[in-house]
Every structure is written in structure tokens, then in C-alpha cells.
């Protein structure tokens, strides 16, 4: 059963904006805190941003805070990732999980992963 489905990724050049798409079945949106990570070649999967269930409050990595905007559309069940002024150095697989704890950046945390679209940005 699959529960989180990214869509939105591909090819950028860098100043670029690209907007990913993490569609979450019913249940999963509706009481799970929902989050960005990413994982580039050779490198730990690290924390990019999350937006909490109940008042959406917004949390990012400081390597992306004032480019990268989380939002949620509760009547599609989506949240989105929109990254402005794109840098080679986010180039990496991007992945949405959920959490059950409001706000977190440890992945150990979300229980709940998409299978991940890629991001690349050129130079």
C-alpha cells in the first residue's frame, strides 16, 4: 500500500526553480508531520525542511532557508517543496516522509518514506 508519492524532479540549471510534489493518502496527512530529505551520491541523508499537521508551522535546514519554501494543500493531501535559486551543490535524490513528531530533522524519526525523485542541477 503505498502511502507517500513524489513527483516534480529532473534537470535545472543553477539560479533555476523546480517544485516537488508529495501526494500522501488520507491517512497519513491528516495527523503525520510531513518532511523533505535528501541524499546526494556518497553522502548521509540529510534533513532539507517540515511542515506540522496541525498549524503547518515550517521548519528548514539553514543550507536551504530563504530558497526553499514547504507548503501543504490539505484538500489534495499534498505537500510541496518549492526551490528557488537552485545550487549544483542540492543536487541529490529528494525524498518526503512523514513523522508522528511535530518538527523533526531526524530521519530515524519518519516511519513513513516516498521511493524519492531526483534532482540535478547543473552548472
Known amino acids: 500500500q503505498v502511502q507517500l508519492v513524489e513527483s516534480g524532479g529532473g534537470l535545472v540549471q543553477a539560479g533555476g526553480s523546480l517544485r516537488l510534489s508529495c501526494a500522501a493518502s488520507?491517512?497519513?496527512?491528516?495527523?503525520?508531520?510531513l518532511g523533505w530529505f535528501r541524499q546526494a551520491p556518497g553522502k548521509e541523508r540529510e534533513f532539507v525542511a517540515t511542515?506540522?499537521?496541525?498549524?503547518?508551522?515550517?521548519y528548514y535546514a539553514d543550507s536551504v532557508k530563504g530558497r526553499f519554501t514547504i507548503s501543504r494543500d490539505n484538500a489534495k493531501n499534498t505537500v510541496y517543496l518549492q526551490m528557488s535559486s537552485l545550487e549544483p551543490e542540492d543536487t541529490a535524490v529528494y525524498y518526503c516522509a512523514a513523522s508522528r513528531v511535530a518538527g523533526s530533522r531526524w530521519f530515524d524519526e519518519y516511519s513513513i518514506w516516498g521511493q524519492g525523485t531526483q534532482v540535478t542541477v547543473s552548472s
Open positions: 488520507g491517512r497519513v496527512f491528516s495527523n503525520h508531520a
Open positions: 511542515i506540522t499537521w496541525t498549524y503547518a508551522n515550517t
